[in-house]
């Protein structure tokens, strides 16, 4: 005879992860925490461009 013939499945293959109910976020404030993580972003990628800008119409200035 060959090995072991138990057909039957773990449980462990079948059942995902949980997440504890104190960690759990409402759809509503996910939304919010990732509009303000972008707003965040685009204003701090609005503020390099500026000073990039900034910075390359000092050099030309200064030529």
């Known amino acids: 005879m ?3 013939n138990n057909n039957s499945s773990s449980n462990k293959k079948n059942s995902l992860p949980q997440t ?3 960690m759990k ?3 509503g404030k996910a939304r919010e925490e990732f509009s303000r993580e972008f707003t965040e972003l685009i204003n ?3 503020n ?3 000073k990039a800008k900034a910075s390359n119409q000092r ?3 200064n030529k």
Request: charged share 30%; net charge positive; hydrophobic share 10%.
């Open 59 to 61: 050099n030309k200035n």
């Open 20 to 22: 504890p109910k104190a």
């Open 44 to 46: 701090k990628n609005l």
């Open 2 to 4: 060959g090995k072991g």
């Open 25 to 27: 976020t409402s759809p």
């Open 48 to 50: 390099n461009d500026g």
